[in-house]
């Protein structure tokens, strides 16, 4: 058995248990689960339990434990920290904690070995802290293989979701497992007893082992339903695993609210909220996030709850989606499979978000030379589309969400897109070419002087990711609501082959929150156009460093979570 520290609370630490269970009376998992469900169990909740042919590996996780809540030697700090006299540390850049034990990593860095951090496209140095002006390494702009992610709330009423979710991404994961690096399963859950929450995240570049992992997720029955910090349950899927890769898909399903929604300004440079290092990761990275909503008859809420705004705002800033099935949890499945099948290298090339569409909106769609296909994702009431004159009726409904896939061998169309009041759609293609954005202090992209991507201060920079780049691109900065015209940075040479970011744009003070960052070039075959979402976080008087706290979890093959 395997003991290790996880989860949040703010009482007594929680354990996790992997056990390797063996017995003549137990048959299967059901077995095991009729056992389980008819004890009491108050003091445990569990997570997952499946069959296994292997030995638990041997770690020493019980002496990490005691390691980290033993009293350290007065006058000890941590990685080179300074101790005052009255016994407080003074700690060195990127090292906080009270002994200065937690490496920080910057700009959605994550925590990887030897204190070092994984960064994102674009960053480089030990904790990503500089946006540097040098050579890039040919895989850190390679995007050919992705991480697939999957973030279930596993609460009782979850089960039957849980279930038909289980089968339908087993069986459509199948014919395409060859086209990811790794496998991402990641469950969580906040009962009724427990003041926070726990939740349990796993990495695999095994198929097979992915899929047993998945089939093995139990829903618990713990008596009573409340808002779940899906937010923050997201956060921990993409910040615990390292080896996570850049533009990955992340299928999100619960049945509530999420209850880590703030009603304060995600996008300042000090905001510390869920849905703000959320926002960060999932910008800096490339990633796009598809939540699916149900509801439970057992735990109603309010289909007004402001706090639904959190997974749209995330939808919008990540070229992702927000799905809203209501009491229909078997669609949730369904949706998965509609969205999942045309996910293939998607680029968005034409989006607005939350506009009025009571006058209807047309645009021009031309593929570049290496995209595939004319895909379309709509939301809101009563939206009609028209696709080069005729009129088109979705290829699936779920809710006022839709989706449109005629458009498989296309590669020109003129869309009109029309509503009765707020709408929003995204139109994409399948491709390998990106444009991966920056933004930097200097004229230069300067070593010393780095910013999030996400935050503009003055000059936007930008590299296509392509077999034969163009030598001309165009960067323009427009509205995700009303698709004007914020700025336009002009047109830029590739005037640096020796920089991972070689194309340099005039400079913008941008004051705009949210919107897209548009890139335009040229081949041999027309335009290709990529639109990428963006946010001009404000910045604070005393903006600090925030790091998220990392559990690292492990693989169980029956997961307990022990409060005592």
């Known amino acids: 058995m395997l003991c290790n520290e996880s989860g949040d609370s703010d009482k007594t630490p929680l354990l996790t248990f992997r056990a390797l269970l063996s017995s003549s009376k137990i048959d299967d998992r059901d077995s095991f689960i009729n056992i389980w469900e008819s004890k009491d169990t108050s003091d445990f909740l569990l997570f997952s339990v499946g069959p296994s042919t292997s030995i638990i590996e041997t770690e020493n996780k019980l002496h990490d434990f005691h390691v980290k809540y033993s009293s350290k030697a007065q006058g000890e700090c941590l990685n080179n920290g300074f101790m005052l006299p009255n016994n407080t540390c003074v700690c060195p850049p990127y090292f906080t904690q009270s002994d200065c034990s937690q490496m920080t990593c910057l700009n959605s860095g994550i925590q990887a070995t030897n204190f070092r951090c994984s960064c994102p496209p674009g960053y480089i140095g030990r904790f990503c802290e500089q946006m540097g002006c040098m050579a890039a390494f040919d895989s850190e702009f390679d995007f050919k293989k992705r991480s697939f992610v999957i973030v279930l709330n596993i609460i009782r009423d979850a089960s039957f979701m849980i279930t038909t979710v289980q089968s339908t991404v087993n069986n459509l994961l199948q014919s395409r497992?060859?086209?990811?690096?790794?496998?991402?399963?990641?469950?969580?859950?906040?009962?009724?007893?427990?003041?926070?929450?726990?939740?349990?995240?796993?990495?695999?570049?095994?198929?097979?082992?992915?899929?047993?992992?998945?089939?093995?997720?139990?829903?618990?029955?713990?008596?009573?339903?409340?808002?779940?910090?899906?937010?923050?349950?997201?956060?921990?899927?993409?910040?615990?695993?390292?080896?996570?890769?850049?533009?990955?898909?992340?299928?999100?399903?619960?049945?509530?609210?999420?209850?880590?929604?703030?009603?304060?300004?995600?996008?300042?440079?000090?905001?510390?909220?869920?849905?703000?290092?959320?926002?960060?990761?999932?910008?800096?990275?490339?990633?796009?996030?598809?939540?699916?909503?149900?509801?439970?008859?057992?735990?109603?809420?309010?289909?007004?709850?402001?706090?639904?705004?959190?997974?749209?705002?995330?939808?919008?800033?990540?070229?992702?989606?927000?799905?809203?099935?209501?009491?229909?949890?078997?669609?949730?499945?369904?949706?998965?499979?509609?969205?999942?099948?045309?996910?293939?290298?998607?680029?968005?090339?034409?989006?607005?978000?939350?506009?009025?569409?009571?006058?209807?909106?047309?645009?021009?769609?031309?593929?570049?030379?290496?995209?595939?296909?004319?895909?379309?994702?709509?939301?809101?009431?009563?939206?009609?589309?028209?696709?080069?004159?005729?009129?088109?009726?979705?290829?699936?409904?779920?809710?006022?969400?839709?989706?449109?896939?005629?458009?498989?061998?296309?590669?020109?169309?003129?869309?009109?897109?029309?509503?009765?009041?707020?709408?929003?759609?995204?139109?994409?293609?399948?491709?390998?070419?990106?444009?991966?954005?920056?933004?930097?202090?200097?004229?230069?992209?300067?070593?010393?002087?780095?910013?999030?991507s996400a935050y503009i201060p003055v000059f936007p920079v930008a590299r296509i990711v392509s077999s034969s780049p163009p030598n001309l691109l165009h960067f323009y900065a427009v509205s995700q609501s009303g698709d004007a015209l914020l700025a336009d940075g002009g047109e830029a040479q590739n005037a640096r082959s020796d920089c991972n970011f070689p194309f340099q744009f005039q400079s913008w003070n941008c004051s705009e929150r949210a919107f897209f960052s548009k890139f335009t070039y040229t081949e041999s075959s027309g335009t290709t156009t990529r639109m990428i979402p963006s946010v001009c976080f404000t910045p604070s008087k005393n903006d600090v460093i925030v790091k998220v706290d990392i559990i690292n979890p492990f693989q169980f093959i029956v997961i307990l979570l022990i409060s005592h």
């Open 177 to 452: 497992a060859g086209h990811y690096n790794n496998f991402i399963l990641s469950t969580y859950y906040m009962n009724s007893q427990l003041s926070n929450y726990f939740s349990y995240t796993s990495i695999t570049t095994n198929f097979t082992v992915f899929q047993n992992q998945l089939s093995s997720v139990y829903a618990n029955k713990d008596g009573q339903n409340k808002k779940q910090p899906t937010l923050s349950a997201i956060n921990s899927a993409l910040t615990k695993q390292s080896q996570i890769t850049p533009k990955s898909d992340i299928y999100v399903f619960t049945l509530s609210p999420p209850s880590d929604y703030s009603t304060t300004d995600p996008y300042t440079e000090s905001s510390t909220s869920a849905e703000s290092i959320l926002s960060r990761t999932v910008i800096n990275w490339g990633h796009s996030v598809y939540t699916i909503l149900g509801q439970s008859a057992l735990s109603p809420f309010n289909e007004t709850d402001p706090a639904i705004n959190a997974f749209k705002n995330i939808a919008a800033i990540s070229n992702g989606e927000f799905i809203y099935v209501a009491s229909r949890t078997s669609d949730a499945a369904r949706a998965f499979q509609s969205i999942f099948a045309l996910n293939l290298y998607p680029e968005t090339v034409a989006s607005q978000r939350n506009f009025n569409c009571s006058t209807p909106v047309s645009v021009s769609i031309v593929n570049g030379a290496y995209d595939t296909g004319i895909f379309i994702y709509t939301s809101g009431i009563g939206i009609t589309v028209t696709y080069n004159g005729a009129a088109l009726t979705a290829n699936a409904t779920y809710g006022d969400f839709q989706v449109f896939n005629q458009g498989y061998s296309d590669s020109r169309a003129t869309i009109t897109i029309g509503g009765s009041t707020a709408c929003s759609y995204r139109i994409f293609t399948s491709s390998l070419e990106s444009v991966i954005p920056g933004f930097a202090a200097t004229t230069q992209v300067d070593i010393s002087k780095s910013y999030p």
